[in-house]
């Protein structure tokens, strides 16, 4: 295969079919990943390929590799396509009994009941996806709200703390005030007692 027509191929499998992008087996082992990895690389490597796709396609590529060499991510992704044929396979059956499908097009070992169990892989990953999002997102906004009150908490801390230190600072001058105060009324007392006395 010529050098556009492989990145060409890598660049139209979807990220969630890494089998796929390598070109390996659904039950392929790390030997076999290593081996088409290898192999393809070389092929489209970014500084060999005179290609304008050949790094997306390289990065890709890549992507697949290392996940497909995560022994748990792979047997995850293995294990999430066989549910998605288990379940394909049994509304197939189930679309036969109600003569809704004819039993030679429910063939679970032709190329369109494969791309039809990808089809559901697919949407199975994509609603896994959204509801990871969609927790992350209550998350994010929970914190949030969290932050939100913590920062009005310290917002009024530190207000309170303000004004007690105001209400401090201005304590002289209060008490100075007071004194003149008080200081004026006993004079105007004394005035009023002298008056009253005289008069």
């Known amino acids: ?23 390996v087996a659904r039950n392929c082992t790390t030997d076999d990943v290593k ?16 290609h304008d796709q050949a790094r997306p396609a390289f990065e890709k ?3 697949a590799e290392a996940e497909l060499m995560d022994d748990t991510k792979r047997v995850s992704i293995q294990n999430m396509m066989a549910e ?11 679309e036969v009994t109600s003569g809704a499908r004819r039993l030679e097009d429910a063939d679970e070992t032709t190329s369109t009941f494969d791309d039809a169990a990808f089809a559901k892989y697919k949407a ?7 509801r990871r999002r969609q927790k ?13 009150k913590e920062e009005e908490a310290t917002n009024e801390k530190r207000q309170k703390r303000q004004a007690d ?9 209060r008490v100075s005030d007071w004194r003149k105060f008080q200081a004026k009324g006993s ?8 008056k009253a006395k005289q008069g």
């Open 1 to 23: 295969m010529d050098i556009a027509t492989e990145i060409e191929r890598i660049l139209g499998h979807s990220v969630l079919d890494p089998f796929g992008i390598l070109g």
């Open 35 to 50: 081996a088409a990895y290898r192999s393809k690389s070389r092929q489209i490597h970014p500084d060999k390929a005179r």
């Open 61 to 63: 590529l890549k992507a």
């Open 84 to 94: 998605a044929r288990r379940e394909l396979s049994a509304e197939w059956k189930a």
């Open 124 to 130: 199975i990953m994509i609603d896994i996806e959204w």
């Open 136 to 148: 992350l997102k209550e998350a994010m906004a929970a914190q949030g709200t969290a932050a939100k």
């Open 165 to 173: 230190k105001a209400w401090e600072d201005n304590r002289d001058e």
């Open 187 to 194: 004079k105007s007392k004394k005035s009023k007692t002298k």
